[in-house]
């Protein structure tokens, strides 16, 4: 019986092509519809060394990237051992590998695939016999694919016709016949993996695009006019995008020395009237903690991105983790209120930006958007139509605020109407001390009370306005997860499964931070018999930062585990079947 | 700073209307209060309109000067004057941006940003106020403080070598330089109109004494070392200008650089008019097309 969901992995060297072949595959199956999620992994080397490639394409809507695999194409057992506990095959799993790799296949343990079909391909031959290179291997693989499991034939023919054709003459003809030699081989293997058969109907095209990508769109999308970053890994896509993207829009971007540079520059920026973001990552936003400060003091809307990875310091910088939290929500000396909005997959990346956007203009307060590596980076289909958000643009005084204007007057909202230069009669000089009502200098405690008042009066505007949040399956269960941003994913996933296993589970995911949906968090809590906790980072920074406002349950669960991995569907499960037999509270990570 | 906006005559703008009705926490006899004088005379000589101008800073006695002007200001945070500044002219190049701050504000912790500005040729003029020393923070050594000259922080002298700003800003690629004095109101007011007036990054070093921690001798003691620059000198050599820098028996002051090169502005609309050649204004939906499989 064919399968309407399947998930590849393709491993192999630099030069291998693995990553242009998913590419090609994620693109075919858009244009015919499929859902997809494309997420790669790569060594730590600037150019060639090992890299990975997994790919999940589904007729269903899916959420999370396939974490057991059926198809599994090794170049290079070498390198397979390299992404050893990150590509792990099903135990039935469809395994093709290198009939000319050196390793011998008893070398070759995968513990999981107990019941896998092993077919040996020689890819490095198919290639060089069909086109003379066996730089095609890439291509004759794409072909034996597209046969044996229905990957989507005509599209897959198109991304090669597309991809060389602008190439010199004969390049295209090459790999065309390297294709076919895959699809011819593949008739001559004499194995049914017809279970592996991907069955579906052709429906509209997708867009394919990254939560940096979905980031970005939404900043131009929001009238984001400025950009002011600094390169860092995992969120640099987003700088590179937009350095093409803001000059053809009537912005500009500038590249600063450093980040808080960067911060400094876009609340110039915006205090100058024109909306402004930056991106980076973890070390980053370190940095940015004094001109987060200031954003806060000063009542400038500014727009962060923070697309974390492993920390702290230099940490894991290709690789996931949630282990920002405390110093999105916390990081600044003084009381500096900020807001924290936290994208769930690729989709909500942009609705994030916008509300980002959004939400900074409305109460003049720094917005971090804290994305993480897993969403930031991995590739996959959105629909266009989802892609709607409404745009709020700040609130400028009006001709009877002028006449007597005051930069921070007191409101019952603490949003005060905000002046820009050009505009006569809006003068004032802001700065990072603390002020009175006309923004000048002013030390004595009680205007500090009644500023900080002011200020964090804001904080419960849109605690009120944007309960951000997803509640995921029924309205009561015995098991209620609480995990944020890229663990969205494989909780929905897992919670799929688990619901079919007849397991009564429930989640909530708060889309805003800080400050925190809590009503809508009581009322949820009040839903469930056990909450669970499942983070990516080794503390539990939401648990413990969700401790300091509300009273969690007795019984509350909390797994917690650093990152470098992203959430699997698998473990999700095994975490929920732990708490309902009752066992472990933290299971050490085994690699 | 290259923006300008000026209007016909009669002036409609006294100095006097660029001060704002703040008092500054300066101490007496600060030679902070020739510069933001010398600013009021500057602003009204070119006409500026206080409302399309914006004074920045960062921390220390001397950034307390935007709330003394009468237009736009942003007293910053602790070295950043400068990437604020940033923001604020290419956001808005329309803007008069200004960025005023001390030594140890520009030349310390925001050292890193002095060097980017000028190798950017930033259109934004920046008057740093040199008084040899931390005011704010009661007397310690900054990275102009005379080698070995004893301070709150150096107890038994200073061990360290000092900076010349001016040498500093000819190597990183300011477009203009300078050197004044607080006790020259009338040299300073020249120099300042001819740093507003330059496109591209201009950098007043203005030698402004702190009486209340460098010693009270400091006017006199400058003054004495003071001189102009010589008959024919040739402002458009780094090689003459350098001649000016490092002095200690002296103290030179004029425009010791000048150059004409396209300013990070002029470079930034250049590259936005070839980038809009051929092309429509990108809205979302435009750019999400992009998104989509392209066969």
């Not at chain 1, 892609?387 to 921070?408: G, M």
């Not at chain 2, 237009?71 to 945070?77: L, T």
């Amino acid at each position: 019986m064919p399968t309407r969901d399947l998930t590849l992995a393709m491993v192999g060297s630099g030069g291998d092509g693995v990553v242009t072949m998913g590419e090609m595959m994620a693109q075919a199956g858009a244009r015919d519809g499929l859902n997809v999620i494309k997420v790669e992994a790569y060594g730590p080397q600037i150019r060639g060394g090992e890299s990975s490639c997994t790919l999940r394409m589904s007729a269903e809507p899916i959420s999370a990237q396939g974490d057991a695999v059926d198809v599994l194409v090794v170049f290079n057992w070498a390198d397979f051992t390299r992404f050893k506990g990150e590509v792990v095959p099903k135990a039935d799993a469809v395994i093709l590998y290198e009939a000319s790799d050196p390793t011998p296949l008893e070398d070759v343990k995968i513990p999981t695939a107990t019941n896998a079909t092993w077919i040996p391909v020689p890819f490095v031959e198919l290639a060089t016999k069909a086109t003379g290179t066996k730089a095609a291997k890439n291509i004759v693989t794409l072909g034996i694919l597209a046969e044996l499991f229905g990957i989507p034939q005509e599209s897959v023919r198109k991304a090669v016709e597309f991809k060389f054709g602008k190439k010199k003459a004969g390049v295209l003809e090459a790999n065309l016949k390297g294709f076919a030699a895959g699809r011819e081989f593949a008739g001559t293997i004499g194995v049914d993996v017809s279970a592996r058969k991907l069955e579906y109907a052709i429906s509209a095209p997708k867009l394919v695009m990254t939560g940096n990508e979905a980031c970005a769109v939404a900043a131009l999308h929001s009238g984001c006019r400025f950009f002011a970053g600094y390169p860092i890994t995992p969120s640099s896509e987003v700088l590179h995008l937009l350095s093409e993207w803001l000059p053809r829009s009537g912005g500009r971007i500038v590249q600063t020395e450093d980040e808080l540079s960067a911060l400094g520059a876009i609340i110039g920026g915006s205090f100058a009237g024109v909306k402004s973001m930056t991106s980076t990552s973890g070390p980053g936003l370190s940095l940015m903690a004094e001109m987060l400060g200031l954003a806060s003091m000063a009542e400038i809307p500014v727009v962060i991105l923070d697309v974390q990875r492993g920390g702290p310091s230099t940490g894991l910088p290709t690789k996931s983790e949630q282990s920002d939290l405390y110093m999105a929500v916390f990081g600044s000396h003084g009381d500096a209120p900020r807001i924290v909005l936290a994208p769930t997959d690729v989709e909500d990346c942009f609705h994030a930006t916008v509300d980002a956007f959004n939400i900074a203009e409305e109460t003049q307060l720094p917005v971090i958007v804290l994305s993480d590596q897993a969403i930031g980076q991995s590739r996959q289909t959105v629909e266009k139509a989802n892609l709607v958000h409404e745009v709020i643009d700040r609130r400028t005084p009006t001709a009877e605020e002028l006449a007597d204007y005051k930069r921070y007057a007191q409101t019952p909202t603490g949003v005060s109407p905000m002046s820009v230069p050009g505009t006569k009669g809006g003068m004032y000089q802001t700065n990072g001390l603390e002020h009175d009502e006309t923004a000048r200098p002013a030390s004595s405690h009680v205007m500090h009370e009644k500023m900080s008042r002011k200020r964090f009066a804001k904080l419960d505007f849109v605690e009120e306005k944007y309960p951000l949040h997803v509640h995921l399956g029924p309205e009561k269960a015995d098991v209620g997860i609480v995990c944020w941003g890229s663990s969205k994913g494989p909780v929905e996933e897992a919670m799929k499964e688990l619901a079919a296993n007849g397991v009564s589970v429930s989640a909530f995911v708060p889309r805003i931070i800080m400050p925190f949906p809590k009503k809508a968090f009581l009322e949820y809590a009040a839903s469930v018999k056990t909450l669970v906790f499942l983070e990516v980072n080794f503390v539990g920074q939401l648990y413990n930062y969700m401790r300091t406002f509300v009273d969690l349950p007795a019984g509350t669960r909390v797994f917690t585990r650093s990152g470098g991995m992203n959430l699997s569907v698998s473990e999700v499960k095994g975490r929920i079947e732990s708490v309902l037999s009752g066992s472990g509270v933290r299971e050490e990570v085994t690699a | 700073m290259s923006s300008v906006v000026t209007t016909p005559d009669p002036p409609r703008f006294q100095p006097g209307d660029y001060k704002s009705d703040l008092k500054p926490v300066w101490c007496a006899g600060c030679g902070d209060f020739g510069v933001v004088s010398a600013m009021y005379r500057a602003m009204a000589e070119l006409q500026l309109e206080p409302w399309n101008t914006v004074v920045v800073s960062g921390i220390g006695c001397s950034s307390r000067l935007p709330g003394y002007v009468e237009a736009y200001g942003f007293n910053s945070v602790h070295g950043r004057a400068l990437p604020i500044a940033t923001g604020i002219k290419v956001a808005r190049p329309e803007l008069n941006v200004v960025a005023v701050g001390g030594d140890g504000d520009g030349l310390a912790i925001g050292g890193n940003h002095f060097l980017h500005a000028s190798r950017r040729n930033l259109d934004v003029f920046y008057v740093l106020m040199d008084n040899e020393i931390y005011g704010l923070t009661k007397g310690q050594a900054a990275p102009t403080t005379p080698s070995g000259d004893k301070t709150k922080s150096t107890f038994f002298g200073n061990p360290e070598p000092s900076v010349d700003p001016c040498e500093l800003a000819i190597s990183f690629g300011a477009t203009w330089v300078a050197r004044g004095f607080s006790g020259d109101l009338k040299g300073l007011v020249d120099l300042m109109v001819a740093g507003m007036s330059h496109r591209g990054f201009a950098f007043l070093n203005v030698m402004s004494p702190c009486v209340t921690w460098r010693g009270d001798d400091q006017f006199k003691v400058m003054k004495a070392k003071l001189r102009g620059l010589p008959e024919g000198y040739d402002r458009h050599s780094r090689a003459a200008a350098f001649a000016y820098t490092r002095e200690t028996e002296t103290l030179t002051t004029g425009v010791l650089y000048e150059a004409h090169e396209p300013s990070l502005l002029d470079r930034l609309e250049a590259q936005r008019t070839k980038a809009m050649q051929g092309y429509e204004e990108l809205t979302t939906e435009k750019v999400l097309k992009v998104f989509f499989p392209p066969f």
